[in-house]
């Protein structure tokens, strides 16, 4: 009986050891990832809201931090490793490939397939095309980048570039901002344009991509360190495998998606994200092949004319800053 009892304590504490073990491997085979935001959460980010709520990146053995930038941004974040993922913007991302230090990031996939963004303008003003854009004003965050873009649109139209009154403001409420004193504001379709849009507020609003196919860039792209995609390429793709399966969710499911990011972020405004919601997971794939291609074409275009315009450090060579290979094929 003694040593009956002695083998069934003798098993009892390998079965836990080895449960141990196994616990322990599990643990370790957890890879941990910060993933870091652009802005505060918004329709732009559902995808990564919705891979973590369906447990799209446990099934790939991640652990996902999602956080909100510092103050210096989410590229310098992701450059300098502070996190090995985060949200970028091709035009804003060729101040960080045109410089004799690049920044060491790469875009591995297109949040949305067209750029989305535009000039905007109460319809009572009648700036309807870019050129009468003329003898009106125009807030602007003061990158030579940006007042470049607007100088084509405005020119190429047939107006008078030096004749727009070219203000410095940070406009944070769209709505508030054209019932001021601000005549025309770029936005993004999305959030701001669906926000006037229920305000059932009046506008004229203008697609850089429609007034010119070099502006039809990516905007935004999911951006990651080099060195982190160098050292760990399957983890990477086991990464964008799950983001993808996110936005894909988000694309067919736009209702039951936009109540993820509202469980994630409580504070926005519930009608916006859900007509957000709507609008944008049309966007998500639109008409490429998948989610998160990036056409080289369309990339190089849009780099060529900056380095045409001499509006970085150092021209960027072809092919600079993308890659599709984390994409699953």
């Keep these: 009986m003694k040593r009956m009892i002695y083998l069934g304590l003798l098993c009892a504490m390998l079965c836990f050891a080895g449960g141990c073990d196994k616990k322990e491997q599990q643990s370790e085979s957890i890879q941990e990832i910060t993933m870091v935001l652009d802005w505060t959460p918004n329709t732009n980010h559902t995808g990564l809201y919705v891979a973590q709520e369906k447990g799209y990146f446990e099934e790939a053995g991640l652990k996902v931090s999602i956080v909100q930038p510092p103050s210096d941004g989410a590229v310098d974040m992701v450059a300098s490793e502070g996190a090995q993922f985060g949200i970028g913007f091709q035009d804003t991302l060729a101040a960080a490939f045109g410089t004799d230090v690049p920044l060491p990031v790469t875009a591995v996939g297109a949040v949305l397939q067209h750029n989305t963004s535009g000039l905007v303008s109460l319809k009572e003003k009648g700036i309807d095309s870019p050129g ?49 004193d601000i005549d025309s504001v770029w936005i993004y379709q999305g959030w701001d344009g669906i926000k006037l849009q229920l305000e059932q507020i009046d506008t004229n609003y203008l697609p850089f991509a ?8 990516y905007s935004p792209v999911i951006i990651a360190n080099n060195t982190f995609l160098e050292e760990n390429q399957e983890t990477a793709k ?92």
Excluded: C
């Design 132 to 180: 009468k854009l003329e003898g009106y004003n125009y807030a602007t965050w003061d990158s030579p980048v940006e007042q470049a873009v607007l100088k084509n649109v405005v020119e190429e139209d047939g107006g008078d570039f030096g004749k727009v009154s070219l203000i410095s403001i940070y406009v944070e409420d769209i709505v508030a901002a054209l019932n001021a």
């Design 210 to 217: 429609d007034m010119n196919p070099v502006f039809d860039y």
């Design 238 to 329: 086991a990464f964008m495998e799950a983001v993808k399966k996110g936005y894909e969710y988000a694309a067919d499911h736009p209702e039951e998606s936009a109540e993820i990011l509202l469980q994630a972020a409580p504070e926005l405004d519930e009608a916006l994200v859900k007509a957000s919601q709507e609008y944008l997971s049309t966007q998500y794939m639109a008409d490429a092949d998948a989610w998160g291609i990036i056409d080289p074409g369309r990339w190089n275009a849009y780099y060529n004319w900056i380095n045409e315009k001499q509006l970085t450090e150092r021209e960027i060579p072809e092919n600079t800053g993308f890659s599709n290979q984390y994409l699953p094929e």
